[in-house]
């Protein structure tokens, strides 16, 4: 360890000097607060050398510097001499020697760092300005006296506690001797004279001249430095509370600021130099309560006395290595607590202040000697001792709570990133930084004035805070190393390539899996100590971590691609892998680890894909809206060819309904029956709406005609009968302006359909539902026996997935082609039909030319409506025609006129009537449908053979029986049928109608006397 000449010291110095010290502390340390704060104007060098004249100031007296057994140590092999002898042993704490083991060193546990009783060695008679030189003055007392060896013998000696002290404190020797002068100058005549009363930087000003150094800016400096530590002192920072007004204070600073320009003058009788002397006595001798007192306060006041203090601690650190203490540690700190009286020090500060400095320069030095941590865990035991001292100074708790946080805080802040702070080569130190931090955090808590207190107010519990800190440990690292490999990955937000993003998050996966395996190799071991499942918090911490970016990447996911099943299955496999993570490691908790593992919010990747196909199933539904809307802005419902005789739009959107279908079982994972309902249902509400869009023809009450009045016929003169032959009805054809006669519409053996366009467009619209029927079933077909889907238990296979829709294309089919039929016999087919038909006389209007146009619509029926949809379509017809024949009948108007004797001429065209429909196509209306449908008719057809006075007592009955007053009495008048529109012989309506319509008198008087009918014009 020991160097063997100044000049071997002066080298080791040299290459580093104060400034590159306080560099190199100042990088090491820039993140850890100093508990002391700063002192404005005083650097580190002015400390350092302020400490070491307090140092040697208060050890005067003791050998090694100045007093009277200086050099009487020698080594054993060594030659005698001296006052004391040579035979001293090295354990005896003379100042030159000291026992080879260190009672500090052993109680810290820091390594000793010799194994021989040698120590550090000095040339003796090397210089004859060193500190090993003994300058006798005469008249001065024998305990500061100086022994000069003679020039010419030259011996190795150890080096003594002062000149160890002065090489830590980097003091040189010309500065040494100038502190010796000062003192021996001082105390001349006054050898008992306490340290305490000495104002040393005041003593140096008054005895050393500008003569004494280099040169004049040396010395300037030099006295600045002495008045800012006389200011520090005495102004800025006294042990006792100083008034602003104080007119010492104010010339005394008065004097400092004069001095920053050039140096005051120090002689005899100079009048700054009085004026200096009298405010520093003045200010250094006051009481708190203004009484006399024997002790001066100049260096004791807070935070000056601490930072000359630690720098002095700061001394046993090994120049060479000062991650080390050097063994002489126990005989320098006995020499430190000469101090004590100077600076205002007891124990309990000593030992917070050692603390400090161990733990500073265990940051200071690169973190790596972990005995420097073990030492200072130790200290903080006796730390703890002191807190809990009833008569703490409000300073020393001040001192503590300081110390004590910024261990805690730069701690804290290396295990809230322990994965980039540790690896498994220094995970030990870690386990040494975990206790002390406990221990600061717990006297911080409990004997630190207001911590505890708060703490209890906000309801922690103090006896889970250890595993509560270790818990927040181990989240904030987890996420710190986790926002690392985001950050290494360049897994960002400026990632725009779907190929990029994949690659990034499937990276992750693995990466943040094997960040899980290094948590449990390396540091879980050392957590588990104050944590019973710290595997399992780094196992649900990465899990939230990779789910929130998962989440986050979902977000911007509509639809689940190719791209997006890889992520979401090696997600799986994380959550599967970091699971079993919080299982092992909660085998021993009492919940069985019931309670971390509700903080795992899971992934729910089936729930995912799920929710990501019924996305997609809403947003290929939304193409199918789409294409809807299309249809009801510009359908004209004009077949594209005669082998597509149906709407392009349904096409269109059963084209889109297949594609959906074919790519929504393309999607490489499992597909469960819940999902294949959802998509079934969607597409079968879209062509529900679709079908609604088709039924949407109006209806077949707009095609029907108003029904007229009901009226009495009246007996025609013989005139009138004469004229009606003579002038036979004529008829307007609808759409022309020609007045074309019955006979020559009979006469015409070559007519055409009356079908007009918009009738056609109906049967397109009747084309299209079965268009959408027969598509249906191709779509059911593959929903069904696709081997993709995954049975549910719960809803069980479907026969068939659109039963609604084929009911309600049922339903609009019966619709669009009842409003076809209505349309073409009651609008189309008009003129030869209701307009026509027995108009004025049965004879000379019968129905043979209705019956010719309608089997020409029917033929123009059978070439545009599909072969499946055309028995409906033209049953439909019937049933129109059937309709329209009954009100000829019935509501023909003034133009119709019935005899007894015209039954059997309208009995004979209703037959031709249901013949037409019954020989219609091959067999496309069974002859007993027909008949079924006609029975209505033919009821009313039968009415029409009746007498009247048959007609006139069943309506009296029926009229009776459906108004309930039985019987007609007498003076009573028969009620006035309503109108149902539900026309059968049974209806009173109905056989009062064919009363309205019998050219009979009978009739007439039973009307015009019941009813008080208005007779015809």
């Known amino acids: 360890m020991g160097h063997n000449t100044d000049r071997e010291f002066l080298a080791v110095t040299s290459h580093l000097s104060p400034s590159e010290h306080d560099a190199a502390t100042s990088d090491a340390a820039a993140d850890l607060a100093l508990p002391f704060g700063k002192l404005d104007g005083i650097d580190h060098d002015d400390l350092r050398q302020t400490a070491y004249e307090i140092f040697f100031t208060a050890c005067r007296s003791s050998p090694g510097f100045g007093g009277r057994n200086a050099l009487t140590y020698y080594p054993s092999d060594g030659g005698g001499g001296g006052d004391g002898g040579g035979s001293a042993s090295p354990g005896k704490a003379n100042g030159v020697g000291m026992a080879p083991t260190s009672r500090i060193k052993r109680a810290l546990g820091l390594k000793i760092l010799k194994c021989s009783p040698s120590r550090r060695s000095s040339s003796c008679g090397s210089n004859p300005l060193s500190s090993n030189a003994h300058i006798s003055n005469p008249g001065s007392s024998p305990g500061i006296s100086f022994t000069l060896p003679s020039p010419h013998v030259r011996s190795r000696r150890p080096m003594t506690s002062a000149e160890i002290m002065r090489q830590q404190m980097r003091v040189t020797e010309q500065s040494d001797n100038r502190l010796r002068k000062t003192l021996m100058r001082t105390l001349v005549g006054q050898m008992g004279r306490r340290v305490e009363t000495i104002i040393l930087p005041l003593e140096l000003l008054r005895h050393l001249k500008p003569s004494e150094f280099n040169s004049s800016i040396e010395y300037h400096l030099w006295q600045k430095r002495q008045l800012k530590i006389l200011e520090a002192g005495l102004i800025l920072h006294p042990s006792i509370p100083l008034d602003k007004s104080n007119s010492f204070a104010m010339r005394l600073r008065d004097i400092i600021r004069a001095a920053e320009t050039k140096p005051i003058d120090t002689g005899k009788n100079s009048e700054s130099m009085r004026t200096l002397c009298n405010c520093v006595v003045s ?69 917070l202040c050692l603390t400090w400095v161990l733990f500073e320069q265990y940051v200071v030095t690169g973190k790596v000697e972990e005995n420097l941590i073990v030492a200072t865990l130790a200290m903080l035991a006796e730390v703890a001792n002191d807190a809990k001292r009833a008569d703490r100074e409000p300073i020393y708790v001040k001192m503590l709570s300081s110390v004590l946080t910024a261990i805690k805080r730069w701690t804290e802040k290396r295990l809230l990133d322990y994965h980039g702070n540790f690896n498994g080569v220094t995970v030990g130190l870690m386990e040494n930084l975990l206790p002390l931090l406990f221990a600061a955090t717990k006297i911080l808590e409990e004997d630190v004035t207001g911590i505890a207190v708060e703490g209890q107010e906000k309801g922690e519990v103090a006896a889970d805070s250890t595993g509560n800190r270790v818990d927040q440990y181990i989240r904030s690292s987890l ?110 908790c009492e919940d069985g680890g019931k309670t971390i593992v509700r903080e795992m919010v899971p992934y729910e990747v089936d729930s995912i894909i799920c929710k990501l196909l019924k996305e997609w199933i809403q947003e290929r539904l939304k193409t199918g809206k789409e294409c809807l809307q299309r249809a009801k802005e510009t359908e004209t419902w004009n077949p594209k060819s005669k082998t597509e005789p149906y709407a392009q739009s349904a096409v269109e959107l059963m084209k889109d309904a297949k594609e959906a279908v074919d790519e929504f079982f393309e999607i490489q994972i499992g597909i469960s029956e819940d999902l294949v309902h959802d998509l079934a249902d969607g597409l079968e509400h879209l062509i529900k709406d679709y079908t609604t869009f088709v039924a949407s023809c109006g209806s077949k009450q707009s095609y ?13 003169s013989k005139f009138i009968k004469l004229w009606k032959k003579a002038t036979p009805c004529s008829v307007v054809m609808d759409g022309t302006n020609q007045t074309v006669s019955n006979e020559d519409q009979q006469h015409h053996h070559h007519p055409r359909p009356s079908t007009s366009r918009g009738t056609q467009r109906l049967y397109i619209r009747l084309n299209t539902l079965h268009f959408l029927l027969s598509q249906l079933h191709t779509l059911d077909k593959t929903l069904s026996l696709s081997p993709r889907v995954i049975p549910s238990q719960q809803l069980g296979s479907s026969s068939s997935y659109f039963d609604h829709v084929r009911s309600a294309i049922q339903v609009a089919s019966q619709h669009v082609s009842e409003v076809a039929a209505y349309r073409l016999i009651f609008l189309d087919s008009s003129s030869v039909f209701y307009d026509s038909l027995f108009v004025c006389d049965v004879d000379t209007a019968r129905i043979r030319p209705a019956l010719r146009i309608l089997k020409q619509n029917l033929t123009l029926l059978g070439a545009i409506v599909t072969d499946r949809v055309q028995p409906l379509a033209i049953k439909e017809v019937m049933k129109a025609s059937f309709e329209a024949f009954l009100m000829v009948l019935l509501a023909g108007g003034n133009t119709r006129i019935f005899c007894r004797s015209d039954h059997d001429m309208i009995e004979e065209d209703f037959e031709s009537l249901k013949r037409v429909f019954a020989t219609c196509g091959e067999g496309l209306i069974a002859e007993d449908v027909v008949e079924r449908e006609a029975e209505t008719v033919g009821g009313v057809v039968a009415l029409m053979g009746q007498s009247t006075e048959q007609l006139v007592e069943d309506f009296s009955i029926v009229a009776c029986e459906a108004s309930g007053i039985g019987l007609v009495g007498a003076g009573q008048k028969l009620p006035m049928p309503p109108t149902t529109g539900r026309w059968n012989r049974a209806d009173p309506n109905t056989i009062l109608r064919v009363l309205c319509h019998r050219n009979d008198g009978t009739a007439n008087q039973f009307l015009k006397k019941t009813f008080q009918l208005a007779k015809r014009r």
């Open 704 to 716: 029907i005609p108003t029904l007229p009045p009901l009226t009495r016929c009246s007996r025609d």
């Open 283 to 351: 200010l250094s001798w006051r009481s708190p309560d203004g009484s006399p007192t024997d002790v001066c306060h100049w260096a004791d006041g807070f935070p000056l006395n601490v930072h000359l203090y630690t720098m002095l601690l700061h001394s046993i650190f090994d120049l060479r290595d000062e991650t080390l203490v050097l063994d002489e540690v126990d005989e320098l700190v006995e020499l430190m607590k000469k101090t004590w009286s100077t600076l205002g020090i007891n124990r309990s500060i000593h030992n």
């Open 479 to 588: 996420r710190n190393a986790f926002a690392k490999v985001l950050e290494n990955g360049n897994v960002n937000s400026m990632i725009v390539e779907v190929q990029e993003v994949t690659e990034a998050l499937l990276k992750l996966a693995e990466e943040t899996k094997e960040l899980a395996m290094k948590e449990k190799e390396i540091f879980s071991p050392v957590l588990k100590k104050w944590h019973p499942i710290a595997a399992g918090v780094a196992a649900v911490t990465l899990h939230n971590c990779y789910g929130t970016l998962l989440k986050q990447y979902l977000v911007g996911v509509s639809s689940l691609s190719r791209e997006t099943v890889p992520i979401l299955q090696k997600a799986a496999q994380l959550e599967k892998i970091l699971v079993q993570m919080v299982v092992e490691d909660s085998v021993e």
